[in-house]
């Protein structure tokens, strides 16, 4: 997984709460991106950002938000809008290369 | 909007055997890549074929790409129970993201 981090491992929430998946990476590349995989499915797009202070909606932004504050740093917060959110989220870096660098991801659950 | 299409969904093989793996899209691309995921785990890239390329090899990881026919394949030779993950592809249409289709999970049986 490189120098990606997410954290934490698994989350669990209760209905109407919002929290907060982090996602760290010490290897200075500018893309970064949030994709959420359901049980037997591939990955959906929910975020992502070429550069600090900048992001772009994926397919499926709502009940998400993201910041991106420092380079390093592109955290998710799951929002209560968010009305399925039991998932696994996995954060994803890109350098100048074409592919994607993943982090272990955060399982997270509904209550 | 998932555009690729892996086939098979699932595949089970005995050690040694190889795995033959499809992918389908449906808009032109730039590049496809080959993704292998471990069981809840994160993604890990295998290979990544451009559009102007036919047939790329990777130690025992081959893959071919057909733009005409909008497919490509991943044959893993020599399979072994190692191997045995879930595997992704993805494609790149110029726009800075992937899309990736549902996978095919693989079994390999010691």
């Known amino acids: 997984d490189g120098g990606i981090t997410q954290s934490p491992k698994y989350l669990f929430r209760k209905e109407g709460q919002n929290v907060t998946l982090s996602c760290e990476q010490n290897l200075n590349h500018d893309a970064m991106y949030w994709y959420r995989q359901d049980p037997g499915q591939g990955l959906r797009l929910i975020y992502y950002?070429?550069?600090?202070?900048?992001?772009q909606k994926g397919d499926i932004a709502e009940g998400y938000s993201v910041s991106r504050e420092k380079k390093e740093s592109f955290p998710l917060t799951v929002t209560s809008a968010q009305k399925n959110p039991t998932a696994f989220y996995l954060c994803?870096?890109?350098?100048?290369?074409?592919?994607?660098?993943f982090g272990p991801g955060t399982r997270l659950t509904v209550l | 909007s998932q555009q690729g299409e892996e086939d098979p969904q699932a595949l089970s093989i005995q050690e040694g055997e190889n795995a033959t793996m499809n992918c389908s899209y449906k808009?032109?691309?730039?590049?496809l890549q080959w993704y292998r995921q471990n069981s809840g785990r994160g993604l890990v890239h295998l290979i990544l074929?451009?559009?102007?390329?036919r047939e790329k090899h990777s130690g025992r990881l081959r893959v071919t790409l057909d733009t005409s026919k909008k497919s490509s394949s991943l044959l893993i030779t020599a399979s072994r129970a190692a191997d045995t993950a879930s595997y992704f592809c993805a494609t790149e249409g110029g726009s800075e993201k992937l899309v990736f289709g549902k996978g095919t999970k693989l079994t390999v049986n010691p």
């Open positions: 994803a870096v890109k350098s100048g290369t074409v592919y994607q660098y």
């Open positions: 950002s070429q550069i600090v202070n900048d992001f």
């Open positions: 808009t032109s691309i730039n590049n």
């Open positions: 074929i451009r559009s102007n390329e």
